[in-house]
């Protein structure tokens, strides 16, 4: 599948999902490494040379926000990854270690089958639109599984990202608030 399916992911990618297990039905799919339909990538997330595209997997899920009385302060977030076709299967899911690995690596994503994890960490963000999450750069700390999968991950991105940010309101202190949010994460390999 070429990066068009970038495109018409767009027009199902929902600010608020109120049923996630009914409207996530996508998953991974090959993408084609010179497609132009990425060229607006900013260059800080860009990923460095020596690296390509691998595959693309539509998340859907929840940011996780605590209010310390001040201000929301980000917990963890929490998602099911599906395939940008029209088939939409549910390959996987994006969670957070309970603390950084021994390199950094703290949010994860995995494949049901065949398994594979990539853990990563974050390199650069940048905020494309000001009532969504930011576009982000993430690099892998550790890897396992199969490689025709994540298992050989070296970089991801999060781009097209809708919702998920913390409530302008405040609220008193230990309220937690779970923010619905989607994206497309894109996962590279090194090239051979």
């Known amino acids: 599948m070429i990066l068009c399916e970038l ?4 027009l199902w990618l929902p600010l ?9 039905s996508a998953g991974r799919e090959l ?5 132009p339909h990425l060229s607006s990538i900013p260059k800080q997330i860009k990923v460095p040379s020596g690296n390509k595209r691998h595959i693309a ?5 929840l940011q996780n926000y605590v209010s310390n009385g001040s201000t929301w302060v980000f917990q963890n977030a929490t998602a099911d990854l599906y395939t940008l076709s029209k088939e939409k299967k549910l390959v996987g899911k994006h969670f957070f270690l309970p603390k ?9 994503w995995s ?12 390199l650069e963000s940048v905020t494309i639109d000001p009532n969504s999450i930011t576009w982000t750069l993430f ?15 070296t970089y991801l991105q999060r781009i097209k990202t809708k919702g998920g940010l913390a409530p302008a ?24």
């Open 57 to 61: 997997l539509l998340g859907v899920g």
């Open 16 to 24: 608020f999902v109120p049923e996630l297990s009914t409207f996530a």
């Open 139 to 153: 690099q892998a700390t550790t890897e396992h599984g199969s490689k025709k999968e994540l298992g050989a991950v």
């Open 100 to 108: 950084p690995d021994i390199y950094g690596g703290q949010p994860s």
């Open 31 to 35: 993408i084609h490494h010179k497609s």
């Open 7 to 10: 495109c018409e992911a767009q």
């Open 111 to 122: 494949t049901f089958h065949p398994k594979s994890l990539v853990t990563a960490k974050t």
């Open 169 to 192: 309101a405040l609220s008193r202190s230990g309220v937690s608030v779970a923010v619905p949010y989607s994206t497309i994460y894109i996962y590279y390999v090194k090239k051979h």
